[in-house]
């Protein structure tokens, strides 16, 4: 994971759908593509997630570019 910029913040055992919860924090959302193919890619694991989160000054700021679209739903 810091090859690729990227660090890890904590790991942690856990029961439940997953075995493993691990937090880590990437460059952007295409490093962090590249590291879940080449950990699939491994083999050591049959089933993961990866979920996104955003700063508070990142979401501000979508809120922000959200208020700019002119979005009508279909009718």
Do not use: C
């Not at 679209?69 to 009718?75: F, L």
């Amino acid at each position: 994971m810091e090859k690729l910029g990227g660090k890890l913040h904590g790991m942690w055992l856990t029961f439940g759908e997953y075995d493993l919860v691990a937090i880590a924090e990437l460059p952007n959302a295409m490093t962090a593509a590249a590291f879940a193919m080449a950990i699939g890619a491994g083999g050591a694991m049959s089933s993961y997630r990866t979920t996104p989160m955003l700063s508070m000054d990142e979401a501000v700021q979508a809120m922000k570019t959200a208020g700019t679209v002119a979005y009508q739903p279909p009718k």
